[in-house]
């Protein structure tokens, strides 16, 4: 008898461990670390009929470069023809200059479509969204700059927002 008692005892202590260990662990847990509310926005641009201001116009034959880049952005295809682009901002400058190239067409290696050079300059903030998704940057003071050419195709430029920091609507207007 005496040593079926002390069994008894014995099972209750690994059994509480057990129960105290599981309750440790489940109240120090945190959810899956899945990141859904941790991206960068985009830059959105809507382009528009300078002569019906209200009416979205398609830029024929889009091209999109960065400047000073090799290669088009990723973030629309290439030479198609769209009312709309979403384009990224560096984080690590205070401005982001783009070649938006209507009528891209390319003869013996070189572009002979319409080039208009756009800058935005603004001020990067980063927040912290959380332990998945780390910081994301949101951009502030957000103004643009045409440079003037012989035959620019953007005719007006409209901002609808300085402020950036989700890309669920238009942030820039574009005339042509």
């Known amino acids: 008898m005496k040593f079926r008692s002390k069994i008894i005892p014995l ?8 129960a105290f260990t599981l309750a440790l662990l489940l109240t120090h847990c945190e959810k899956d670390d899945i990141c859904v509310d941790g991206d960068t926005p985009l830059l959105i641009i809507r382009f528009y009929d300078s002569e ?3 009416a979205l116009k398609e830029v024929p034959s889009l091209r999109v470069v960065g400047l000073g880049q090799a290669s088009t952005v990723n973030t629309i295809n290439d030479r198609s023809s769209l009312d709309s ?12 200059s783009y070649l938006l190239i ?4 390319d003869e013996d ?9 756009l800058t935005f300059n603004y001020t990067t ?8 998704c780390g910081f994301v940057a949101n951009y502030d003071g957000l103004t643009e700059t045409l440079t003037v050419e012989s035959e620019n195709w953007i005719q007006n430029i409209e901002l ?3 402020l950036i920091q ?10 042509h």
């Open 160 to 162: 609808i927002s300085s």
């Open 102 to 105: 209507r009528d891209s067409e």
């Open 85 to 96: 682009i979403a384009l990224p901002l560096r984080i690590n400058e205070a401005s982001t």
């Open 11 to 18: 099972k209750r202590l690994i059994f509480t461990g057990f």
């Open 52 to 54: 019906n201001p209200t």
């Open 125 to 132: 903030n980063e927040v912290f969204i959380s332990k998945a």
């Open 166 to 175: 989700k890309q669920d609507s238009a942030h820039v207007k574009i005339f």
């Open 109 to 117: 290696e070189l572009e002979i479509g319409n080039i208009d050079t």
